[in-house]
């Protein structure tokens, strides 16, 4: 959409090179949605085989997620396509880390933050997360093209265990824009209802 609004724009005649943009990714989200998955199929009494894939993938899925739509972030902004956007001064649209504090008090408090250090990316941390990695935080150039491989392995082990990701992000993209929704419409709702009695506002 981003690339798209841009070709419009350079079409038009119009000036892009002061437009910026971020496209964000809900990281810990993903770990607590797919980890409550994960824990449905480790159900005590039964083979305890069945606990080894569901047991080495908690807390794993988020990173390997972010790892990977880091990839097809480099992809997008690639190619003669983007090429003719960056020759008129465009601005690539950055891969924003969002939601990186940790949610699970067992994972380590910068499980969020260590992982995803690379070019054209953001990490929104809140203040918590911040002082954390100030304390005892690793800075690993480019660490979010590191353990690629381990990545793309957990997420087809995901798949193996019957969590289908698209669907969990789905659920969650749909969850998200609706705590967008809910404050909005409870804001013009109050807004009007202030209006109807002539409150100024």
Not at 10 to 32: M, P, Q, Y
Not at 171 to 177: M, R, S, V
């Amino acid at each position: 959409a981003y690339i798209r609004a841009l070709e419009r724009r350079l079409n038009e005649g119009r000036d892009i090179e002061k437009i910026a943009s971020v496209a964000s990714f809900f990281v810990s989200r993903i770990d607590t949605l797919v980890d409550q998955l994960l824990g449905h199929r480790m159900i005590p009494g039964e083979d305890p085989s069945n606990f080894e894939i569901p047991s080495q993938l908690l807390g794993k899925i988020a990173v390997a997620s972010g790892k990977i739509a880091y990839q097809s972030f480099k992809k997008i902004f690639n190619g003669k396509r983007w090429q003719k956007l960056l020759e008129n001064n465009a601005h690539v649209q950055r891969l924003l880390w969002a939601s990186t504090s940790t949610k699970n008090p067992e994972y380590k408090d910068v499980i969020y933050v260590e992982p995803f250090i690379g070019p054209n990316t953001v990490n929104t941390m809140p203040e918590d997360t911040i002082s954390a990695f100030a304390d005892h935080g690793k800075i690993i150039e480019n660490s979010v093209e590191a353990n690629l491989d381990e990545a793309y392995r957990n997420l087809q082990l995901l798949e193996k265990v019957g969590i289908v990701l698209t669907r969990v992000t789905q659920q969650l993209e749909d969850e998200g824009i609706q705590k967008f929704i809910d404050p909005f419409a409870a804001l013009m709702k109050n807004l009007a209802d202030k209006h109807l009695l002539g409150i100024p506002v």
